[in-house]
Nanobody, 128 residues
Framework: QVQLTESGGDSVQPGGSLALSCATS????????LAWFRQTPGKEREWIAT????????TFADSVKGRFSLIQDTAQKTLRLQLNDLKPEASAMYYC?????????????????????WGQGTQVTVSS
């Protein structure tokens, strides 16, 4: 199935920005869900955004609305996560994940849980 590779993590100062990439490869489905999660050691994994890929709608967690955004680059088979106005609490390992969409009333939708496929993660550190 689809293979996921995250990149772009770095160390930045508070208020800075980063662009993370989730590159897909392999035999991907025609239509599926891609999501971003983050996790700090000792805490549960936190969902932050989902995209119906390619060409579908994006959804964000309340904690990042207005500061994070998604860019679907179908030519590069990549989902980018733009992180703006970063705060120290955003420090985490960021993961890309994939799953089949949930079908509701004949329309595909991307849930916020039950993602079986994961990349290896990319580290974001925000400190002054």
């Amino acid at each position: 199935q689809v293979q996921l590779t995250e990149s772009g993590g770095d160390s930045v100062q508070p208020g800075g920005s980063l662009a993370l990439s989730c590159a897909t490869s392999g035999n991907s489905p025609r239509l599926y869900c891609l999501a971003w999660f983050r996790q700090t050691p000792g805490k549960e994994r936190e969902w932050i955004a989902t995209a119906l890929y390619p060409g579908g709608s994006d959804t964000f967690a309340d904690s990042v609305k207005g500061r994070f955004s998604l860019i679907q680059d179908t030519a590069q088979k990549t989902l980018r996560l733009q992180l703006n106005d970063l705060k120290p609490e955003a420090s985490a390992m960021y993961y890309c994940a994939a799953r089949s969409p949930s079908w509701q009333n004949g329309r595909p939708q991307c849930p916020q849980s039950d993602y079986p496929g994961w990349g290896q993660g990319t580290q974001v550190t925000v400190s002054s």
